[in-house]
């Protein structure tokens, strides 16, 4: 009943997907491989891109695409912010304040969203969502395309900038010995901030990717955010590679477990491969440190 | 105990008996509601303060306790005490359950609390689809104003009741904090591993505060559906009670017996303060409490409880 041809599109959709999820799921494993934090805000803070690019786009009628840069670059001055002025400074580094203040923010953030945008379901006007491409005997949408190609730069980009930049190679040290690297004189704080603001930019240009083929809604980022950590624990706490196999992995199994199962299942299916993940492979599929 | 602290406790005593007795209906009301969210929150408190085990998901305990009683009560016709009952075991045995796989798994910190959440959300929607449970529509139990039922035809009568479980809760509390199993749970909030070298079995004893927390939580579920007497799968499995128990607990004063107490009452009356104000805008009670959450954890990491000794201490610098 299901002809290969199916089978290849599902597959294909979900590699297209999955490297969205990727980005989003980046954003969180740096986050939590230098800052050793589990950002709980990071569904919240995707949402508000995603408020971003849609006001971007239907207010001031901006191309998404366009509006991606300059929306990076504001969301990697808000989260250099938050982590500086705000998560730092609250949780004084201590493991459990950390989870509690970033889940503050996370409430306060989507109920702020829902109090000005209410709990409407908000797509891009226009039918950039049916531009199709054919490509053999499978027809694929453009802006998934798109999504794909940009998120597979963008996890590049993150990784030259970590191997090749002062601040990548100051980032790294931080991640491997935080009291090293302030002995070399790194402004640790400095670090912790530029990181959590490079997580919220990749969140930002997830948004951008999103929004032409999905919708936004207050509590889109609860979806997402669980997706990101079952990512982030299938490949390995802190891994910026495994994010990337992650992410395409879970977007095929999504897409095909859609297929196979049907769409009301595939809900609950992220939160049982969460689950499963979790207590039969905490280190990861790729045998990372825990 | 300072003295000032018995006096206050007991005039809040004193003003929550005397809204249950003569305050009227929208009174009652709310008191019932923070009531069942204190209830709820002392049962984060066991786990999260004593134990240490930060849970974001104790909506999976709410929602076994609240659907157990109304599914036996409504569709096999058992008493409402008995299903009660059968609700907090359920809860208990769900605590021990989700306890066992992830303590198991060694999950601990952050892994334990996204593991908790995922489990809350897997129940929420499996009762969202499930027959038994209603579904989408949800169960509604039978109106039946006797005593026999638990349910009551004075809304003051069911308030007591509920005061009188958050009053038993705060004693078990304190009196198990006095006992060889607080100390237990104390050393494996401190340093596991410490605990450990003690002698002390770690698993066994999370999976006692896991058992007892459930339960606790559980409990405010049952009462909440012989309340309102419906119930569907966003409010008996829905974040709200997830995010309500813990943040009471933080801003009451984390692992102090009558925390939770203080925070879901101060928490209610601001979410009602704030409806008042600013009119029914949805989600900005919810708005308030997350910021109150990021400065309660900044500014006043002991809580309303926390404050208070302080202060007492500064009028007494003796102590």
């Known amino acids: 009943m299901y002809t290969p041809a199916i089978v290849a599109e599902a597959m294909v959709n979900g590699l297209l997907t999955g490297a969205v999820y990727a980005l989003v799921a980046l954003g969180l494993t740096l986050v939590y491989g230098v800052l050793h934090i589990i950002n709980f805000a990071h569904g919240a803070l995707l949402t508000c891109a995603m408020f971003a690019v849609w006001a971007a786009s239907e207010l001031l009628g901006i191309n998404v695409y366009l509006a991606i840069p300059p929306l990076a670059l504001i969301f990697l001055a808000l989260g250099y912010a938050l982590q500086r002025f705000v998560i730092g400074p609250a949780s004084r580094g201590d493991d459990a304040n950390t989870l509690l203040v970033t889940l503050g923010l996370s409430i306060a953030i989507e109920n702020a969203l829902l109090a000005a945008f209410k709990s409407d379901t908000r797509t891009l006007s226009g039918d950039a969502a049916f531009d199709v491409v054919e490509l053999g005997p499978m027809l694929l949408s453009r802006p998934r395309l798109i999504g794909f190609a940009v998120a597979l730069v963008v996890a590049l980009l993150l990784w030259a900038l970590l191997r090749r930049t002062d601040s990548g190679k100051a980032i790294r040290a931080v991640a491997r010995e935080k009291m090293g690297a302030s002995l070399m004189g790194i402004d640790v704080r400095h670090i912790y901030a530029l990181t959590f603001g490079i997580g919220c930019a990749c969140l930002a240009v997830a948004a951008g990717l999103l929004l032409p083929t999905f919708y936004v809604t207050p509590r889109v980022g609860q979806a997402f955010v669980l997706v990101a950590f079952t990512i982030v624990v299938l490949g390995g706490m802190g891994s910026v590679a495994g994010a990337l196999l992650g992410g395409l992995l879970i977007g095929v199994v999504e897409s095909l477990g859609g297929l196979l199962l049907g769409e009301s299942l595939g809900q609950a299916g992220i939160f049982v491969i969460f689950i499963l993940v979790l207590l039969l492979r905490p280190t990861g599929l790729f045998g990372a440190r825990a | ?319």
């Open chain 2, 1 to 319: 105990m300072k003295i000032s602290s018995v006096i206050a406790m007991a005039a809040v005593l004193l003003a929550l008996v005397g809204v249950a007795l003569f305050g009227p209906n929208t009174a009652i009301n709310f008191l019932v509601t923070a009531l069942i969210v204190a209830l709820a929150a002392q049962g984060w408190n066991l786990l999260g303060g004593y134990c240490g085990q930060f849970s974001f998901g104790h909506a999976a305990f709410f929602g076994t306790g609240a659907y157990v009683t109304a599914i036996l009560q409504s569709r096999y016709g058992v008493n409402a005490w008995i299903g009660c009952g059968c609700g907090i075991l359920a809860g208990a045995a769900i605590g021990t359950l989700i306890g066992w796989l992830s303590f198991r798994a060694g999950l601990r910190g952050s892994y334990f609390a996204l593991i908790t959440l995922a489990f809350a959300e897997v129940l929420r929607i499996a009762a969202n689809a499930a027959p038994i449970t209603g579904g989408g529509t949800g169960l509604l139990l039978k109106l039946d104003m006797r005593a026999a039922n638990f349910q009551f035809a004075s809304r003051g009568t069911f308030c007591l009741i509920v005061l009188a479980c958050v009053l038993a809760v705060l004693a078990l509390t304190t009196w198990i904090a006095r006992t060889k199993r607080g100390a237990e749970f104390a050393a494996v909030r401190e340093n596991e591993d410490a605990a450990r070298a003690l002698g002390i079995d770690v698993l066994v004893t999370k999976l006692r505060a896991m058992a007892l927390s459930g339960a606790i939580t559980a409990a405010a579920g049952c009462l909440y559906t012989q309340y309102f007497l419906y119930l569907d799968s966003n409010i008996a499995y829905g974040s709200w009670i997830s995010v309500e128990s813990l943040l009471a607990v933080i801003v009451g004063g984390i692992a102090t017996p009558a925390g939770p107490i203080i925070g879901a009452l101060a928490l209610h009356a601001l979410g009602e303060a704030t409806r008042l104000l600013a009119g029914r805008i949805t989600g900005i009670d919810l708005v308030l409490f997350g910021l109150i959450l990021v400065a309660a954890t900044a500014f006043a990491p002991k809580g309303l409880a926390g404050l208070w000794n302080a202060a007492q201490s500064r009028r007494s610098p003796r102590a």
